[in-house]
Structure formats: structure tokens, C-alpha cells
Antibody, heavy 127, light 107 residues
Framework: QGQLVQSGAEVKKPGSSVKVSCKAP????????ISWVRQAPGQGLEWMGG????????NYGPKFQGRLTLIADEATSTAFMILSGLRSDDTAVYFC????????????????????WGEGTTVTVSS | DIQMTQSPSSLSAYVGDRVTITCRAS??????LAWFQQKPGKVPNLLIY???TLQSGVPSRFSGSGSGTDFTLTISSLQPEDVATYYC?????????FGGGTRVEVK
């Protein structure tokens, strides 16, 4: 129910970009926001940003503004996270997760918690 | 931005002990607070939402309380399978914010 399926592990060079996908069931894609959360080795959970897939509206965490791009493809019910300018400290497991939202046009609220999570995608940044 | 601070960062207790974890918001967030359990190598699992509502299927030894800025997660009788890291999450905002986590171990 509401399963989110993520793409496989990636190994990237410093300075490059990574694109991770999160495929959602149609009901989830149409009715939920998709957030991206990362977890560096031995560290806690860090929210990066979220998108309303059907509108393409995205909110970004201050730390990731300018480096993070969130997009969605309605034809395949897939959300994507693109992180550029990769550094070694971007090595982490990246999760997608869904939550309900309220849309106010120019911005939106995550009015609910993240109740369904993807399995995570390991991104390793190494020269 | 509102910050979420958890304490302690880690704790160790005996099986059967009562365990309490605290999450403090830098500003009032009403009851828009969720708790997650994450076991090593696993995906975070929702335990509680609305500060005190138990998610379906979660054992009743878990409970949550609080409103405004101060929240607690209580395990009434610690079990070996409760070894995990616990996170609070603030929602109903343009951002989602997690606490730093509390690692729970069994002595």
C-alpha cells in the first residue's frame, strides 16, 4: 500500500551530479507530496526538500537551496532528486517519503507526517 | 526556522525499564509532532503522530505526550527489540524538521 520504489546505488565523482528516482503508485503521486530525506553514515535524518508531483511545486531546505532540484514525471508517476556539486560529505542514504499537503498556490504546507518511505538509495561520492 | 532538539542523544537501560525521550521545539508547534523508530540499516518506521496518537500496529508500550514546545516518547517496558534510534519530526509547515535522534540500547 503506497509503496515507493527507489533507484539503485550510485557512485559519483566530486563535483558531479546525481539523479535518484522514486516511483509511486498513481494514488500517491496524485494526492501526496514527496519529500527527500538523507542520512549520512552514522548520522541522523536530514530533510532536504519536497515536491507536489502533480503541480511541480517544490520547497527546499535552506541548506540545499541552489544545489538541489526536485522534479516529477506524471507519465511514469516518478519523482526525481537531482543533487549537484557533489562533495564527499554528500555520501549518504537518500530516502523518499510521502506526506499529505495543503496547497496555497505560491507555496504549500506539509500538513501531515511522512507515513510511507522508500527503501533508500546509497550515494557514494569518491574520487 | 524552528529547531527540534532531542535529549538524551543516547541511553542504555535494562529490559523492563521505563524509558523516556524528550523532544523540544524552539517555538510552539501545537501537536504537529511525530515519532519514528529506525533500526540499523532499516527504513524509519512511524510510531506516533499528532504527538500522542499511536500508529496502527505499534505496540501499546509506546506512548507520546506533549504540546507546544515540549514532547516526550515513553517506552513503558523496554524490550530487546526496541533497540533502535528514535527521531521526532515536526510537520504542518513549509519544511519538515527532524530532531537529532536518540539511540536506545539494552544493558
Amino acid at each position: 500500500q503506497g509503496q515507493l520504489v527507489q533507484s539503485g546505488a550510485e557512485v559519483k565523482k566530486p563535483g558531479s551530479s546525481v539523479k535518484v528516482s522514486c516511483k509511486a503508485p498513481g494514488h500517491t503521486f496524485k494526492n501526496y507530496a514527496i519529500s527527500w530525506v538523507r542520512q549520512a553514515p552514522g548520522q541522523g535524518l536530514e530533510w532536504m526538500g519536497g515536491i507536489i508531483p502533480i503541480f511541480g511545486t517544490a520547497n527546499y531546505g535552506p541548506k540545499f537551496q541552489g544545489r538541489l532540484t526536485l522534479i516529477a514525471d506524471e507519465a511514469t508517476s516518478t519523482a526525481f532528486m537531482i543533487l549537484s556539486g557533489l562533495r564527499s560529505d554528500d555520501t549518504a542514504v537518500y530516502f523518499c517519503a510521502r506526506s499529505l499537503y495543503n496547497d496555497y498556490g505560491d507555496y504549500f504546507y506539509f500538513y501531515d507526517y511522512t507515513d510511507v518511505w522508500g527503501e533508500g538509495t546509497t550515494v557514494t561520492v569518491s574520487s | 526556522d524552528i529547531q527540534m532538539t532531542q535529549s538524551p542523544s543516547s541511553l542504555s537501560a535494562y529490559v523492563g525499564d521505563r524509558v523516556t525521550i524528550t523532544c523540544r521545539a524552539s517555538q510552539g508547534i501545537s501537536n504537529y509532532l511525530a515519532w519514528f523508530q529506525q533500526k540499523p540499516g532499516k527504513v524509519p518506521n512511524l510510531l506516533i503522530y499528532g504527538a500522542s496518537t499511536l500508529q496502527s500496529g505499534v505496540p501499546s508500550r509506546f506512548s507520546g505526550s506533549g504540546s507546544g514546545t515540549d514532547f516526550t516518547l515513553t517506552i513503558s517496558s523496554l524490550q530487546p527489540e526496541d533497540v533502535a534510534t528514535y527521531y521526532c519530526q515536526r510537520y504542518n509547515s513549509t519544511l519538515l524538521t527532524f530532531g537529532g535522534g536518540t539511540r536506545v540500547e539494552v544493558k
